[in-house]
């Protein structure tokens, strides 16, 4: 079993930024691509960025590209996903993410892994 612990949420400007950590631990944890899912009120569970497990390879949503980086720690077991520029629309619940494979992945259903999530507030 893999757990993942989010932290780093909270109530920030627009225009402000937060950074979010993910730590992953478990006896199984290793050669894992790992994302970050957000979900707002009314709304569907959206990707947001994913990461592969050699941190080379990165994807974005559009929504967020140019404005929100991801990253790993050099032990892989921790992630980061790095918000500037935020915007109201932003405003959700953050889930971390882990798959059973080295490749990112932008579907949800590809993701065996979850966090509890972590709220991200913009206010206007």
């Known amino acids: 079993q893999v757990q993942l612990v989010e932290s780093g949420g909270g109530l920030v400007q627009a225009g402000g930024s937060l950074r979010l950590s993910c730590a992953a631990s478990g006896r199984t944890f290793g050669g894992n691509a790992m994302g970050w899912f957000r979900q707002g009120p009314g709304k569907e569970r959206e990707f947001v960025a994913a990461?592969?497990?050699?941190?080379?390879?990165?994807g974005y949503a559009d929504s967020v590209k140019g404005r929100f980086t991801i990253s790993r720690a050099s032990a892989k077991n921790t992630v980061y996903l790095q918000m500037n520029s935020l915007k109201p629309d932003d405003t959700a619940v953050y889930y971390c993410?882990?798959?059973?494979?080295?490749?990112?992945?932008?579907?949800?259903?590809?993701?065996?892994?979850w966090g509890q999530g972590t709220q991200v507030t913009v206010s206007s």
């Open positions: 993410s882990a798959r059973t494979g080295p490749l990112i992945h932008i579907r949800r259903d590809e993701y065996n892994y």
């Open positions: 990461i592969s497990w050699s941190g080379v390879s990165t």
